[in-house]
């Protein structure tokens, strides 16, 4: 039997889900017991737009900012995405693996 306390979600914002599918994703996975989801960067969007979407639609599942490109933001921007999506979620928010 698998541990889905254990297991993560990974949604790449490159795919060819829209948000509200990657939201709806997030869900499934948080009623099936995973740990966790990650989201990347991508041409979705800002990454922490798409996290925020996902803690309110969603209650237990960690949230996670997998891929970044901090080569082009600031750490001050950073920081406040991360600081706002904690603050959102309740506390579930985790910066990188």
């Known amino acids: 039997m698998i541990d889905t306390?254990?297991?993560a979600l990974g949604?790449?914002?490159n795919s060819v889900?829209?948000?509200?599918e990657m939201v709806e994703c997030a869900r499934l996975a948080e009623t099936k017991g995973f740990a966790a989801t990650w989201v990347a960067e991508?041409?979705?969007?800002?990454?922490?737009?798409?996290?925020?979407?996902?803690a309110m639609s969603t209650s237990k599942i960690r949230l996670g900012a997998g891929i970044l490109p901090v080569h082009v933001c600031s750490p001050w921007v950073v920081a406040m995405g991360a600081a706002a999506v904690d603050e959102i979620s309740g506390g579930r928010f985790m910066l990188g693996p």
């Open 5 to 7: 306390n254990r297991l």
């Open 11 to 13: 949604i790449h914002p």
């Open 17 to 20: 889900l829209s948000v509200a």
């Open 42 to 54: 991508g041409h979705r969007g800002d990454v922490f737009a798409l996290l925020s979407a996902l």
